[in-house]
T-cell receptor
């Protein structure tokens, strides 16, 4: 069983719609959760992190965490073609700063 | 502007060469990381330094040798690499403790011929 699972996609949404990206994790003791955006040929960029159950909003991005269900999601409101990228979910492991990454979800926003 | 820088941006090396990748961070972080990323795959952790000491080595072959000269600098020395080592090599840094949020540099694209 993979420790962090994401739908690989591609996920295609029309411009202006809400994109919903989902991630589940297996370690119930995990405390820190991250979303990275990676454009093709570029390095991952940290766009959201969340530690507590509930929602965290930053501009058009909302991260949602449900520790009981071991589920973290990223919502992108008013999606733009510039949001087209691969989104990586990462969970902090129990060894120092080690992150466990999901396989990534490719998002395509169509004009 | 990224506060984690990496040099060089691109590197082509033969299997008998010795080269080094360099990373510098200006964020005051005390943990630094090396990752390897292949196309269409997530980053794969190689090494972690915490307070300039190697804290995690993910069973990386000895042809990769990390070095942390001070809290801002991280090097990866390469020797006798194989073509399958061609990848994007990423450096990251974070605070030690708290959320451990990691910030990545732009990466070095390595091709081994």
């Amino acid at each position: 069983q993979k420790e962090v699972e994401q739908n690989s996609g591609p996920l295609s949404v029309p411009e202006g719609a809400i994109a919903s990206l989902n991630c589940t994790y297996s370690d119930r003791g995990s405390q820190s959760f991250f979303w990275y955006r990676q454009y093709s040929g570029k390095s991952p960029e940290l766009i959201m992190f969340i530690y507590s159950n509930g929602d965290k909003e930053d501009g058009r991005f909302t991260a949602q965490l449900n520790k009981a269900s071991q589920y973290v999601s990223l919502l992108i409101r008013d999606s733009q073609p510039s949001d087209s990228a691969t989104y990586l979910c990462a969970v902090k492991g129990n060894q120092g700063g080690k992150l466990i990454f999901g396989q990534g979800t490719e998002l395509s926003v169509k004009p | 502007d990224t506060e984690v820088t990496q040099t060089p941006k691109h590197l082509v090396m033969g299997m008998t060469n010795k080269k080094s990748l360099k990373c510098e961070q200006h964020m005051g972080h005390r943990a630094m990381y090396w990752y390897k990323q292949k196309a269409k795959k997530p980053p794969e952790l190689m090494f972690v330094y915490s307070y300039e000491k190697l804290s995690i080595n993910e069973s990386v072959p000895s042809r990769f040798s990390p070095e942390c000269p001070n809290s801002s600098l991280l090097n990866l020395h390469l020797h006798a690499l194989q073509p399958e080592d061609s990848a994007l090599y990423l450096c990251a840094s974070s605070q030690v403790g708290g959320g451990w949020e990691q910030y990545f540099g732009p990466g070095t694209r390595l091709t081994v011929t």
